[in-house]
């Protein structure tokens, strides 16, 4: 199994300025509204870091999004460390809902499993040009049968929303040339699927240099990267995203 090196992974808000992106990392605050396990999961300085190469999916599809719609893509989550997965298994609602861990129907992945822990899962939800929220039916982290994909309840512009924001993710993966997954339980989660993320080791907070940590910093052997290497790698992936559009 392959380890993912730290040197791969950027930091989503080196876009925002001069992308159509928006960072809210909900697991930083206690009480943000979105956040469901009412716990800081993250330490309040943060930030949200994903894969280079999910990166460049997410911003090749904020890009289409905002070219056709006027929308802007905002992330909640990408890397969540095994640390947090850990963290968030003891909150008081992850154990009043234990079923949420339960196959076949699995709505949390157990600490290690999964695309988070690896920074090739994101988590996004679509604001317009007035910062009002598009209408998926149900908020992220709703853990219902509301928010699975093929859920049919919802009005016609409901499941157009949900198509709109699925398709968009799915064409830009295509164009990159990366197999893709739209999480079947989550319209808001898009991830490299389990035979391509199994491949690598998830990462804890301790693999990382301190200022990629996520949950609390950790004494590590890892030194900081400076702002040039971040710059750097942000100027590939954006090359990469300007051949595509």
């Known amino acids: 199994m392959q380890k993912i090196s730290p040197s791969d992974l950027i930091p989503m808000d080196i876009f925002v300025e001069q992308e159509p992106l928006k960072i809210d990392l909900v697991y930083t605050q206690k009480n943000h509204p979105r956040n ?41 989550d990408c890397l969540r460390t095994i640390n947090a997965q850990e963290s968030m298994q003891q909150t008081d609602i992850v154990k009043a809902h234990p079923e949420w861990m339960q196959e076949p129907n699995r709505l949390l992945a157990p600490p290690g499993a999964g695309g988070h822990p690896r920074a090739m899962a994101i988590d996004v939800r679509v ?30 512009g409901i499941l157009n929303n949900r198509k709109i924001l699925e398709n968009a993710f799915i064409e830009s993966a295509n164009k990159l040339g990366f197999p893709f ?61 300007n051949e595509n559009i």
Request: aromatic content about 12%.
């Open 127 to 156: 604001l317009d040009k007035n910062n009002n929220e598009i209408d998926m039916g149900t908020p992220f982290d709703f853990m219902e049968e509301k928010s699975h994909r093929n859920y049919t309840g919802f009005s016609e």
């Open 36 to 76: 469901i396990f009412e716990t800081a999961l993250y330490h309040n300085q943060a930030r949200l870091w994903a894969h280079k190469d999910i990166a460049a999916i997410t911003l090749l599809t904020a890009r289409t999004l905002h070219k056709k719609y006027n929308y802007v893509l905002e992330i909640q």
């Open 181 to 241: 997954l739209p999480l079947p339980s989550e319209w808001w989660d898009f991830r490299f699927p389990p035979d391509y993320t199994s491949q690598y080791q998830g990462l804890r907070d301790e693999d990382l240099p301190l200022q990629m940590q996520i949950t609390s910093q950790i004494e590590s052997n890892i030194p900081d990267f400076p702002q040039e290497h971040f710059d750097k790698l942000a100027k590939t992936i954006l090359n990469i995203v």
